[in-house]
């Protein structure tokens, strides 16, 4: 089973639409979540971190929150230009089996359409 | 990105021969970090270094070794190539043990790597 399980695995929105997306966890203890922003052929960037003792966390247009009681955090992006159109990768990290990781998601893959 | 180059950008190999990337940081950073990415995986930790010739293995290390002779640079050395090594390689800097609060990942932007 992944230990950092995103969905959907890909997203086709309109420009100017909104949506979100998820990714659930399987750590504990829990130390921090990120999300970052990957362009095709570049790096990811970071885009919010959080804590266990956070729940939300904005950066502009984009939304993180957390629930650290089901392993859920959502990043919500609002008013989605084109340029939002990249991948979007949830790292956990924290105690899991073997010792303290940080675990990337596979990502998900968001396609704006004009 | 700022800070870190990769180099080379793209390159084809053949199975069987040794290939070494390399990851430059003008940071300073302590940390850097080779990481592979493939379809429908996450970014998988390959090998890390904390410092001057200080490096230690991630999860996927087999097949892989590395060295770091001065703080600017990490090298991954594929000693003999293997199809199964076709992926993308990112390099990472942090100042900080990544997994602890405040210290985020800075990643290059990848090396295309093609076993044939």
């Known amino acids: 089973k992944n230990q950092v399980e995103q969905s959907p695995q890909s997203l086709i929105i309109l420009e100017g639409k909104n949506c979100t997306l998820q990714c659930n966890y399987t750590v504990s203890p829990f130390s921090n979540l990120r999300w970052y922003k990957q362009d095709t052929g570049r790096g990811p960037v970071s885009l919010t971190i959080?804590?266990?003792?956070?729940n939300t966390k904005s950066n502009g247009r984009y939304t993180a929150t957390l629930d650290a009681d089901t392993k859920q955090s959502s990043l919500h992006i609002t008013a989605s230009q084109l340029s939002d159109s990249a991948s979007y990768i949830c790292?956990?990290?924290?105690?899991?089996?073997?010792?303290?990781?940080?675990?990337f998601g596979a990502g998900t893959r968001l396609f704006v359409k004009a | 990105d700022a800070g870190i180059t990769q180099s080379p950008r793209h390159k084809v190999t053949e199975t069987g021969t040794p290939v070494t990337l390399r990851c430059h940081q003008t940071e300073n950073h302590r940390y850097m970090y080779w990481y592979r990415q493939d379809p429908g995986h996450g970014l998988r930790l390959i090998h890390y270094s904390y410092g001057v010739k200080d490096t230690d293995k991630g999860e996927v290390s087999d097949g892989y070794s590395v060295s770091r002779s001065k703080t600017e640079d990490f090298l991954l050395t594929l000693e003999s190539a293997t199809s199964s090594q076709t992926s993308v390689y990112f390099c990472?800097?942090?100042?900080?043990?990544?997994?602890?609060?405040?210290?985020?990942?800075?990643f290059g932007s990848g090396t295309r790597l093609t076993v044939v």
């Open positions: 790292v956990v990290s924290g105690m899991y089996t073997g010792g303290f990781k940080t675990i």
């Open positions: 990472a800097i942090s100042e900080g043990m990544a997994p602890l609060r405040d210290y985020g990942y800075t």
């Open positions: 959080m804590t266990f003792s956070e």
